[in-house]
């Protein structure tokens, strides 16, 4: 056990909370006797976790149904498309989620075996932010992510902090959709697509399920969810989920430690009404790696990282992140006569404190203002709290369904970013040594900014026959920016300055049913992507805001799915085209942004899984990529050619187990201004077991033992640049994790 861990190692308040919260579940116990039902649906084959009954007391969930055929086959997909769906989309159900992913994960790790969809998790999963996640060449920040159709990201540049929010044990189901949806389709990044995360529902029956895990890297987790059943006559039910982890992570001196704890409460109302409460909290104290040279990793090896040294910037203690977030909603969905309402107020906050070595890499010199052989680094803090509403409407007229809504969201920042001497612990004042204040003189920015989004949408759905729909809609999007910086980030000069844009955003679809079991669609649809706040990182925005865009995606796709008790399959071809990508250049000493030309994208994607029979299955997937800059005809970076997976499955009683391997192709990183660094194409193959028996214990009903083994043949291989020095602009890279493993017991009481 290495030092880092050994810094993060502190479980008394999680356990204290576990037992709380056994402690007031344990009564509901007997109410629950009177309250049996149907057990909730879970796994792939749909994302509204409810039962078959009409009753108020099957609540709804909020999240968007995409539904597919009712089948076998669905049950074990590992991803499968949506026989409803306009676009093409992957869902990966509960069961790939809970099998096959480690308990450290993320939701990440579930979109990476989607096609098209590449991902990178240097330190093993969920043991450090994801360095890339890929979809079709566009990057964190170019889509949407939500969290039970809550758009959520940091709103200067749109990306997402993947370790911050929601773990996999509070994830129901991921949804991958390639494209801008229709209308109705929210968020600031519908450039790329959406990532959609579902949180888990409580089920109909009283359930307390306790789970450890262990694995490499000194890696435990501890936690437990409770379901508390209906325990009111009118149906009231909830589920928390407790949970604690630590390692050491794979990377030297790369270590973390996460407390999460997320509770859902569903109470119809009425018959055909349901007010769902929700909310979650995440913790996160981790040290934070930038990469390595081709050189360090040479002489210290594919995992190095951080030192122990604290002379050194690269001293692990020295680079440190300090992470709290909450989210939480209250959602009213109610259905009658023809009319739907759905509604979610929420707010999301996320609280960041980062330390880190001026140049951990080695290629800047010690020295401060206080002594040459001191320490410099840099201290941050950024800190965001969001507040807005969903609202949607939605009335049968005529021979289709009319859709309508408005998404608003508020989101308010600090940043500030100082150097620092952390030898003496003290700031640095080398920034303007002549400022008034110590603050000012060691001051690279402090920022105060704002984002208020206002989106309202119309559609209409026309059911032209019993086989076959048409939906068309356009969205407006109006986006706000506010900076008042007494130090703006780049200038280091004041800025105070505000500024709107606009856009409108066409959609349209056609979905056909050839059969109850095969279905195909069409789309062309407009997406977006709102202007990053880096935009106002220059001394006189105004110089070039006005002729700025926001950068805007055309996308024609075509695709069908088939789904029968046996098979399911997915094939789907799509052209992108990327126009207003913002550039910059410098014009006199000043930088102006302006939009440029863009990328043209296209290519192909296939999913689907077959039932061999005796509980195997065969699960495979592939895409070919294409994505070419208009102005130079180079190959966009980040954009694998090429990924493919290929899994074997076996799932009987109570047995499950898996054989699963991810391919991505040859990739290209832009390193610096004078070349492109190729990647070339890897995969890692992973393997999951486990084992569910009935102990014949009173109060237990099951218990399970399970094992993953990642990267079964140890490929260690660069898989991504992380970045490049800030001396010398050294490319940076990190490589896949070696082989490891997690071995998870869990049960099922009362």
Do not use: C
């Not at 909603?329 to 707010?347: A, C, P, V």
């Not at 056609?510 to 990053?532: C, E, I, M, R, V």
């Amino acid at each position: 056990m290495t030092s880092s861990t050994l810094a993060l190692y502190r479980r008394s308040s999680i356990y204290l909370a576990m037992g709380l919260a056994l402690a007031i579940a344990t009564p509901i116990h007997a109410q629950d006797a009177a309250n049996n039902g149907n057990t909730a649906t879970s796994g792939p084959s749909a994302v509204d976790n409810t039962d078959d009954s009409t009753s108020s007391k099957n609540a709804k969930t909020l999240a968007g149904l995409q539904v597919t055929a009712n089948s076998a086959v669905s049950a074990v997909a590992i991803t499968q498309g949506s026989t409803v769906a306009t676009q093409p989309q992957s869902i990966i159900g509960s069961t790939y989620i809970q099998e096959n992913l480690p308990p450290t994960g993320d939701y990440t790790d579930a979109a990476a075996i989607a096609p098209s969809v590449y991902t990178v998790a240097p330190n093993g999963s969920g043991l450090m932010e994801t360095a890339v996640v890929s979809i079709r060449g566009f990057q964190d920040g170019q889509y949407n992510v939500t969290f039970d159709g809550i758009p959520w990201m940091d709103s200067n540049d749109f990306t997402h902090h993947s370790t911050s929010y929601f773990t996999n044990q509070e994830t129901s189901t991921v949804v991958v959709d390639r494209g801008p949806g229709t209308a109705a389709t929210l968020g600031n990044a519908t450039f790329g697509g959406t990532i959609s995360v579902d949180s888990i529902n409580p089920q109909n029956q009283f359930n307390v399920n306790p789970y450890i895990s262990f694995g490499s890297w000194d890696t435990a987790v501890e936690g437990a969810r409770i379901d508390t059943g209906r325990f009111t006559s009118s149906g009231t039910s909830a589920v928390i989920n407790l949970q604690n982890s630590t390692s050491d992570g794979y990377l030297t001196y790369a270590g973390q430690r996460r407390q999460s704890v997320f509770a859902k409460v569903v109470q119809p109302l009425g018959e055909n009404t349901t007010l769902t409460f929700a909310a979650l909290w995440n913790n996160l104290n981790q040290y934070v790696p930038f990469g390595a040279t081709k050189a360090q990793i040479a002489q210290y090896g594919v995992n190095y990282a951080l030192n122990n040294d604290p002379t050194s910037q690269a001293y692990y203690r020295y680079n440190n992140d300090k992470i709290d977030t909450n989210m939480a909603y209250i959602g009213l969905h109610s259905e009658f006569s023809g009319w739907t309402i759905d509604n979610k107020t929420y707010t999301y906050g996320y609280n960041h404190f980062g330390y880190n070595g001026e140049d951990p890499n080695g290629e800047t010199p010690n020295g401060t203002a206080y002594s040459p052989t001191d320490v410099p680094g840099q201290h941050m803090r950024n800190t965001n709290r969001s507040w807005g509403d969903i609202f949607r409407l939605s009335k049968e007229i005529g021979p289709g369904e009319a859709r309508t809504g408005v998404w608003y969201d508020h989101q308010d920042d600090i940043r500030w970013l100082y150097e620092f001497d952390d030898t003496t612990n003290q700031l640095n004042p080398v920034i303007n040594p002549g400022a008034s204040t110590l603050q000012l003189a060691s001051a690279d920015r402090r920022m105060n900014d704002s984002l208020v989004t206002i989106q309202p949408f119309i559609e209409y759905q026309w059911n032209i026959t019993d086989n076959a729909y048409f939906v068309g809609g356009v969205k407006y999007n109006y986006f706000k920016r506010n900076l008042d910086a007494p130090v703006n980030q780049k200038t280091e000069t004041p800025l105070n300055y505000s500024k709107d844009w606009n856009a409108t955003l066409p959609s349209v679809a056609f979905h056909y049913a050839f059969t109850s079991n095969w279905t195909a669609y069409a789309q062309w649809a407009k997406g977006f992507l709102a202007p990053n706040l880096n935009l106002l990182y220059v001394s006189n925005p105004a110089f070039s805001d006005s002729a700025v865009a926001p950068e805007k995606t055309t996308n024609i796709q075509l695709g069908t799915t088939w789904s029968s008790d046996r098979l399911t399959l997915s094939a789907d071809v799509y052209k992108i085209n990327f126009n207003n990508f913002v550039q910059s250049r410098k014009v006199g000493g000043l930088t102006y942004f302006y939009n440029g030309s863009g990328v043209h994208y296209k290519g192909v994607e296939l999913e689907g899984t077959y039932m061999l029979g005796g509980g195997f299955s065969v699960y495979a997937n592939g895409s070919l990529n294409r994505a070419i800059q208009i102005t130079d005809n180079l190959w966009n970076a980040n954009t694998p050619h090429k990924t493919a997976a290929l899994g074997f499955i076996y799932n009987n009683g109570p047995i499950y187990a898996s054989l699963v391997d991810k391919f991505v192709g040859k990739t290209y990183y832009t390193a610096n201004f004078i070349d492109d660094t190729p990647i070339g194409g890897y995969a890692v193959t992973n393997f999951a077991a486990s084992y569910k028996f009935d102990p014949h214990i009173t109060d237990v009903k099951d218990f399970k033992i399970g094992v993953q083994i990642n990267n079964l043949f140890n490929n260690t291989t660069v898989n991504a640049l992380a970045g490049t020095t800030g001396a010398d602009g050294t490319p940076l890279f990190f490589t896949i994790p070696a082989r490891n493993f997690n071995f998870t017991v869990s049960a099922d009481l009362f």
